[in-house]
C-alpha cells in the first residue's frame, strides 16, 4: 500500500541515492542492489515514509535512472526524485533545492541506510524542533582506534572515549543546512561536516544498530539476516 505523509509535518527527508556502490562489488548503483528481493531504496523509503513528522521525500537518483527510480518508488510513497550529482555533496544539494516551501527542518539520510527505523527520523527531527540547529545520531566507538603512518607502523593509540560513529538522518535547521550548502567548497562525506565550518553547534542523539550503512557485502548480509528477523 502507497503511504500517505503528513501534509501538517515540518520535516523534509532528502534522500542520497545516486551513488555507485564500488566497495559493494561490481553491479547496479548501490540503491537499486536487492536486499530481500527489493532494492535498497525502496526499504529505506518505507521506513522514512512511516515516520509521522515527514512532509515531502526528496530521492536524488543515479543520473541514468531517474524515470526507473520514479516508477519503483510511486506505490511505495509520494517522492520527488531528481538526478543526483558525481558526489554526494551535490546529489545532497540537488534533493535540498527541490523541497518545497514549507517544511523548516530538514533530515538528510543515505539510502545505504535501509534498515533505519521510523523511530530515529522522529527523535533527530524532535531535537531540531526543540531548539538545535543540527543533529546528529551516533553510537559509541567499540574497537580501539590507532594512528598509523608509513608502513602501517603505529603512531598512537586515539582515547575512544572521545570518539562517536557517525549516522544518518542527520538533521538541520532548514536555513541552517541551506546556507552551509550555500557556501560548500570541497566535498565532504557528511552534511554536518559542512555546518560545523560555519561554526553552527553539532548536536550528538541515540543512534541505531539498525542503522547501518550497507557499506560491502559483509554488511549485505547482515542486513538480509535482520531483515528475516522482522526488520
Ligand atoms: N550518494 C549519492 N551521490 C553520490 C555518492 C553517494 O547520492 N554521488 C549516496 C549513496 O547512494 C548512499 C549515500 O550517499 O546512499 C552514502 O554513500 P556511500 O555509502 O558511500 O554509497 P556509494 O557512494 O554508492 O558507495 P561506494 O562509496 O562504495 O561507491
Ligand atoms: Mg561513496
Redesign the pocket.
Known sequence: MTAQLNPRGDVAVL??????????GPGA???LRLLGGEP??VH?VRRVAAAPSVHTIVV???AAGVAAVRELLAPVAPVTVVP?????????AA?LAAVPPGPQIVLV?????ALTPPELFESVAAAVRSGDDAVIPVLPVVDTIKQVGAAEMVLGTVDRAALRAVQ?PQGFRRSVLAAAHAAAGDPL?DDAGLVEKQGVPVRCVPGSEYAL????PFDLALAEHLLTTGR
Do not use: F, Y
Not at 534522500?15 to 559493494?24: K, M, N, Q
Not at 539520510?109 to 541506510?113: V, Y
Not at 550503512?213 to 560491502?216: G, L, S
Open positions: 534522500v542520497p541515492a545516486a551513488g555507485a556502490g564500488v566497495r559493494l548503483p548501490k540503491a535498497l531504496l529505506a536524488a537518483a543515479p543526483g550529482g558525481a558526489e554526494r555533496q551535490a546529489s545532497v534533493a539520510h543515505d539510502a545505504a541506510r544518518t562525506t550503512k550497507i557499506t560491502r
